[in-house]
């Protein structure tokens, strides 16, 4: 059962052992930021990263999804990059239109089991960790 979330607060601790947002329908993104330290961290050129992992239109890179998965660094035991993953998935939840935004968040927590749980944090620590997400992905917003 969630904790009791005062009004201005939320609570979110990620779970251990849980994958859940990982494996929601949709695209993971790259900022170049990102896929220059995934890249290194994988002991990769960035150039050789984007060949391998990325599909680039004009104004964004995502990763390339493979069939029946989500995410190519997902494994059975967890993300293969945690220490290196990119800006949305390190955000997650703490993303614009879901951190502010109380049906949003209240129907992700649906889904997500660590969205209720934790230390409580206040709605603007929230939402100038979502603000990352407007300088990581410019043109999406």
């Known amino acids: 059962m969630p904790n009791e979330t005062p009004e201005g607060f939320l609570r979110f601790e990620c779970q251990r052992g849980c994958i859940k947002c990982c494996e929601r329908e949709g695209y993971v993104y790259f900022s170049e ?55 949305q998935c390190r955000l997650f939840p703490f993303w614009p239109g879901l951190a502010g935004m109380k049906r949003e968040w209240n129907r992700t927590a649906k889904w997500c089991p660590g969205i209720g749980q934790g230390p409580l944090i206040q709605i603007g620590t929230a939402m100038e960790a979502a603000a990352e997400m407007y300088d990581a992905y410019p043109t999406f917003f």
């Open 33 to 87: 930021a990102d896929a220059r330290q995934t890249a290194k961290f994988l002991g990769m050129t960035l150039r050789a990263f984007d060949a391998k992992y990325i599909y680039k239109t004009r104004h964004q890179r995502r990763l390339r999804k493979l069939s029946k998965r989500q995410c190519v660094f997902l494994t059975p035991d967890g993300c293969s990059i945690h220490e290196a993953k990119p800006t």
